[in-house]
Structure formats: structure tokens, C-alpha cells
């Protein structure tokens, strides 16, 4: 009982920071976001009966720690759903920089979740798995169905998952990023923005953005689609700024980053930056114009990836294995 599975890593556009339930990963409200390619996470799983525990590895490296704990609690939901109790061996390789803010706990999750589900010889929906997914990561969720994604808020899995918002804009979006490592961990930013005294204001206009957003997609609008990320970039930022341990996770770099897609704006560039949690920063520019954008972020001293809209997280052949 062994499979390999391929996931690529979010970008928030309209993100999230709280969760209601840290086991289930309920989040306090809806997010979006698109699935950047090529960057992805490979993972192989195999159910065995002859091992005596469960292993788990990343990057080459065993996972310790909260690390391991989350990755249990996802293999044991998968395990009650299919009725097992075979150990497992899971190992997993990203192909872009991890714990710099682009996602990889999205799509090791997503991964693992597509993987985990085929070894164990479940039959899911892609909602279904994306549930699933989302026990290891809520981000997770949306990798897995790829594209521009939106993961619903609810209290149960039949409600809290993800669907792809089908737009033209899946072709004409790139992705310049702009690497600058600062290690920060998502699950102390959730519980920083859920203790700001700006959280409750941040909930309450949240609604009126995810529905701008979502309109947004429907008519193929670059401009407001990106605009309103970049904007909501800003705001989650001020929420988990201003908790009780008053984070800055960006770095000048960062900063340089923002002034020079604003100036590219002022130049005619449809560029537009988001920050998830980190100093990394991806600028989403319309098709076209991403050498001229990336050529102004590298010559800050900053290094560049050039990405894509990705697919949704996939099974694998055998041949394409870790082990």
C-alpha cells in the first residue's frame, strides 16, 4: 500500500491569521488564494505492516517536534477513515526554499493528504480530500484542488473545504518572487493576529473583500484581483503586527521590494506585491511584463524565481517514488 503524490504551494491573496480549532484547523473566516508552479512538494507514502513505527521525513531531514505531531495527527485521520493501523514511512522533497513565506506547509499537506488517501485506498472527492488536507494545514485545503482556490470556514469537514474559482486569469498571471529569508512560524503568526486588538476589525470587513475578490476572478479582472491582495497584504500584516509580541517579520528588503513594484505601477507595469507570513514577496504581474519585473527586483540584490498558476495536487506514477 504505497503511493506518491505532487502538491504545489500556495500564495494568499485573501488570507487568513486564527483558528478556531487548532486540531481541526477550522479558520475564523473564508480565504483565497492561487497555487504557484513549477515550485512543488513530491511526497511518498507507504502503509507497513512490517515496520515497527511510523517515520517521517522531509527534505532528507526526520521531522521533530510540532512538526511531527502535525503530521501525525493528519496520518491518523486517514488511517480512521480507512480502518488501518498499519505503521506508515512518509518522506517528502520540496523543490523551492522552505520557511521563507511561499507556502511549503501547504503543499507538504496537500501532498501528503493526496498520497496518504491513495495508499490507504480511499476513494475521495477532490472537496473530500481537500478536507482531509486541511487536518495538516488549512492552506493545505487549497493546494489540493489548485488554481485560484477558496477554502469555505465551517464547524464540521462537510462544510470546511476548498473549490477551484474557474477564471481566465489562470493564464495570464505570473509570479516574480522576491526571496528574502526570515523564519517565521504560520501557527504562532495565527495565534498573534487572533490576540490583536485589531482582529475583531479585521473580521468584520473581511466578508465585503472575499465577495470584491470573488467577483473580481468571475470577470477576469487582473487589476482588482491583485489590488485587493496587495491591500489585504497590508491588512493581515497590521493585525499580526500588533500582537502581544509586536512581530515585524519583513526586512528592507521587503520594503524596497514594495516601493519598486509601486514605481513599475506608476510606469504603466500591472505588478502588484502580497506577503504571506515571512519577508518574501510575490509580485503577481500580467503576462508579458515579468522579465522587466523581474529584472528591477534582482537588481535590489535580491534573488528571483519567475512561477506560475499551478494545478491542483495530483497522484504520481509509481516510477516517480522517494523510495
Known amino acids: 500500500m504505497k503511493a506518491t503524490a505532487r502538491a504545489h504551494p500556495i500564495q494568499g491573496l485573501l488570507k487568513y491569521h486564527g483558528l478556531r480549532d487548532e486540531e481541526a484547523r477550522f479558520p475564523y473566516h473564508d480565504s483565497i488564494s492561487l497555487c504557484t508552479a513549477p515550485s512543488h512538494t513530491r511526497t511518498t507514502v507507504s502503509f507497513d505492516a512490517d515496520l515497527d513505527n511510523d517515520s517521517y521525513v522531509i527534505d532528507g531531514e526526520p521531522v521533530e517536534g510540532r512538526g511531527e505531531e502535525r503530521i501525525a495527527g493528519l496520518v491518523d485521520h486517514v488511517r480512521d477513515l480507512a480502518d488501518l493501523d498499519s505503521p506508515v514511512r512518509l518522506e517528502s522533497e520540496n523543490d523551492f526554499p522552505t520557511n521563507v513565506g511561499l507556502g511549503s506547509s501547504s503543499s507538504g499537506f496537500a501532498a501528503a493528504a493526496v498520497a496518504l488517501c491513495a495508499a490507504a485506498e480511499l476513494d475521495c472527492s477532490r472537496g473530500e480530500l481537500s478536507a482531509i488536507a486541511r487536518r495538516g494545514s488549512s492552506s493545505a485545503a487549497r493546494a489540493v484542488t489548485g488554481g485560484f482556490s477558496h477554502l469555505s470556514a465551517g464547524v464540521n469537514d462537510a462544510d470546511c473545504r476548498s473549490e477551484r474559482i474557474e477564471t481566465a486569469l489562470d493564464e495570464r498571471t505570473k509570479v516574480v518572487v522576491g526571496l528574502v529569508p526570515a523564519y517565521k512560524e504560520t501557527e ?40 485587493l491582495a496587495e491591500r489585504d497584504s497590508l491588512s493581515l500584516a497590521a493585525t499580526t503586527m500588533t500582537g502581544p509580541d ?15 513594484v509601486r514605481d513599475l505601477r506608476e510606469e504603466g507595469v500591472p505588478a502588484y506585491f502580497s506577503v504571506d507570513t515571512g519577508a ?23 534573488e528571483t524565481r519567475v512561477w506560475e498558476v499551478g494545478g491542483p495536487a495530483e497522484e504520481l506514477d509509481e516510477s516517480e517514488g522517494l523510495f
Open 246 to 260: 509586536g512581530w515585524v517579520y519583513w526586512r528592507p528588503e521587503t520594503l524596497r521590494i514594495f516601493d519598486t
Open 280 to 302: 518574501s514577496v510575490y509580485v503577481n504581474v500580467e503576462e508579458g511584463y515579468e522579465e522587466r519585473v523581474e529584472r528591477a527586483i534582482s537588481d535590489l540584490g535580491v
Open 188 to 227: 504562532d503568526a495565527h495565534r498573534e493576529a487572533a490576540r490583536s486588538h485589531m482582529f475583531d476589525a479585521r473580521l468584520a470587513h473581511v466578508h465585503g473583500e472575499l465577495a470584491e475578490l470573488r467577483d473580481a476572478l468571475y470577470e477576469d479582472d487582473f487589476e482588482r484581483t491583485f489590488s
